[in-house]
């Protein structure tokens, strides 16, 4: 069975989507050699609650962050901390946002400073692979 949303609804949920992305567009701007995925999560929980939200990762199934974080080739899903970001990283970063009871998710990988041609030809490749 389907069920449709009604407009207050799908509001409700644009909402929710529009706080995921500028959670995820503020820690990808902080995305840097320099800087820790434990910072990147920061910013995005202060996003996230600023916009009277809540963070859906934080607590889901003992999850301990606001946002999944990898880098380079580390599995998906990974958990920020400590890590150092390096001249050359890519970063993925995933988050969620609950508001008024609907979730927002989205992901997108970085680049930490200048990165490899393999490196960049593999965001672009898999990006597009997205939207085919």
Known sequence: MITVKSSHELKIMSKAGQIAKAAL????????????TRELDN??????????????????????????C??????????????????????????????????GDCACTFGAGKISPEAQKLIDVTR?????
């Open 25 to 36: 567009l503020a820690a990808g701007d902080l995305v840097a050699p320099g800087v820790t």
């Open 43 to 68: 910013c995005a929980r202060k996003v996230i609650e600023a916009a009277g939200a809540t963070p859906s990762f934080l607590g889901y199934g003992g999850f301990p962050a606001t946002i999944c």
């Open 70 to 103: 990898s880098v380079n080739d580390e599995v998906i899903h990974g958990f920020p901390g400590d890590y150092v970001i390096k001249e050359g990283d890519i970063v993925s970063i995933d988050v969620g946002a609950i508001y008024d009871g609907y979730h």
């Open 128 to 132: 597009q692979s997205f939207y085919e």
